[in-house]
Nanobody, 126 residues
Framework: QVQLVDSGGGLVQAGGSLRLSCAAS????????MGWFRQDPGKGREFVAA????????IYAPSVKGRFTISKDNAQNTVYLQMNSLKPEDTAVYYC???????????????????WGQGTQVTVSS
């Protein structure tokens, strides 16, 4: 079993930056995908970014591409989401997640992910 603890959220002015961290306990295998999602109250969980645990493959939602960067430290079992040029519409609870079952491709749908962090609040003021 994988347990995830995400952190790093907070209040930031528009145009500012935050870095979210996701620390995993339990073994992460090379075929796994680590992803970030976000959710506002009353809305569905939105895909943000994902990275394969092995290699360099990444994928971003169009709304964040060029502003957000997902990265990982395999030795520390940690995934990061660097968020730059933040906008008020980026305000949400951000969740890290692990997908374990897909062998081909990079999953981008929330229900495909198997383990989730508790969420960290990101609020961007205008």
């Amino acid at each position: 079993q994988v347990q995830l603890v995400d952190s790093g959220g907070g209040l930031v002015q528009a145009g500012g930056s935050l870095r979210l961290s996701c620390a995993a306990s339990g073994q992460l295998f090379s075929t796994y995908t680590m992803g970030w999602f976000r959710q506002d109250p009353g809305k569905g969980r939105e895909f943000v970014a994902a990275i394969k645990w092995s290699g360099t493959s990444t994928i971003y939602a169009p709304s964040v591409k060029g502003r957000f960067t997902i990265s990982k430290d395999n030795a520390q079992n940690t995934v990061y989401l660097q968020m730059n040029s933040l906008k008020p519409e980026d305000t949400a609870v951000y969740y890290c997640a692990t997908e374990t079952g897909i062998l081909i491709g990079v999953p981008t749908v929330s229900y495909e992910y198997d383990f989730w962090g508790q969420g960290t609040q990101v609020t961007v003021s205008s």
